[in-house]
């Protein structure tokens, strides 16, 4: 697998994005559903990468600068032919070695709270991050879980 930083541009990259913001609108109502669209995850506070496998777009995800210290992680997906394959985790784990090496402190994400995103958080507690209150811009919200990972953990 290649994971390299993304620009946005591919029609692979629009189309898992839809895809995951459709998926996001089958388990949660509109209000409670935060995807960013293209144009949002183009902003300068947010890098974005894409993992390939043998010319394959096999996933994505993103980091959120929220301030000198906190990051989010946003936009996690896995292509529908390479779930259960460790993409998400391979991923994840470049993305928190990214946030330790530009010396972040505290990593933080929204996931939602049905069965169906049972998976990503299983996934996300078994990677080291804790249930917590919500955080920047979100507030409380029966279809959202909040994860955060103290990155002074990582060697």
Not at 52 to 67: H, Q
Not at 107 to 130: H, R, V, W
Request: aromatic share 8%; hydrophobic share 35%; charged share 25%.
């Amino acid at each position: 697998m290649e994971i390299r930083i993304d620009d946005l541009t591919g029609n692979e990259i629009a189309d898992l994005l839809q895809a995951h913001t459709d998926d996001m609108l089958k388990h949660s109502p509109p209000k409670s559903v935060h995807t960013l669209d293209l144009s949002a995850l183009r902003s300068s506070d947010i890098t974005f990468w894409s993992v390939w496998s043998n010319g394959e777009l096999a996933g994505c995800g993103a980091l959120k600068e929220i301030d000198d210290n906190h990051v989010e992680l946003k936009s996690v997906r896995t292509a529908k032919q390479y779930l259960r394959k460790g993409v998400a985790a391979k991923l994840v784990e470049h993305i928190l070695a990214i946030a330790k090496k530009r010396s972040y402190k505290k990593i933080s994400l929204e996931t939602g709270n049905s069965s169906a995103f049972l998976p990503a958080k299983k996934l996300y507690e078994k990677m080291g991050f804790q249930e917590c209150q919500p955080f920047a811009d979100y507030s409380d919200d029966p279809f959202s879980s909040f994860m955060t990972k103290d990155l002074s953990s990582l060697s």
